[in-house]
């Protein structure tokens, strides 16, 4: 009777403990499955971010995580410093080449290609009001709204005031001591005459 006992009880034992060996080992695979499906979830969500921030217009980041034919402006020349580049009304740049390398190769609005460092950062679209070169002025006083002076030719003063003024007609020469197209402060304007300060010999 007592070794009946026993060999039920060792029966029931060992028929509960392989059955919370199968629920642990369930569990732990439906925690492994719902880990791998979390982070498959997330790399989806993560890599489609990526590609709705890299397509809206608007968005600033650097030109490292940007693609091959983006249309940006407001460009910096030095990681941090602020936007230099291509800031006027209706203007853009493009990304010629995928920015991979330490420089990110770009087009400019004048048609130069430039090698900018491509930690920079840039915004992605074109700037607004593309119509602003095509405004016309109605009246002389609109130049001065928007603060801008006359600007008076050399040739129409005195020779007091000017080193083209004065002479008999439209003449630069100011009589016999003619020295041709200068500055108001006597310096040439024309030739390649260096105006700037000169370089250090080394």
Known sequence: MFEMAMSLW???????????????????????????????????????????????????????????????????????????????????????????????????????KKLIDSRCRATIGVVSNPSHGDRKLRKAGHSRWLGRRPVVRGVAMNPVDHPHGGGEGKSKSSGKWGKGSRTPWGKPTKGGYKTGPLKRRR
């Open 10 to 112: 060792r029966s029931r034992t060992a028929s509960s403990t392989l059955n919370l060996l199968a629920n642990t080992l369930r569990g732990f695979s439906s925690e492994v499955t719902n880990t791998s499906a979390q982070r498959t979830r997330e790399s989806m969500m993560n890599q489609m971010v990526y590609s709705d921030i890299n397509s809206r217009i608007g968005s600033c980041m650097p030109l490292s995580a940007m693609r091959i034919g983006t249309i940006i402006h407001n460009i910096e020349l030095n990681p941090g410093q602020g936007g230099k580049l291509v800031r006027a009304a209706g203007t853009s740049a493009k990304i010629l080449k995928e920015p991979t390398s330490a420089y990110c190769l770009i087009q400019m609005p004048s048609g130069v």
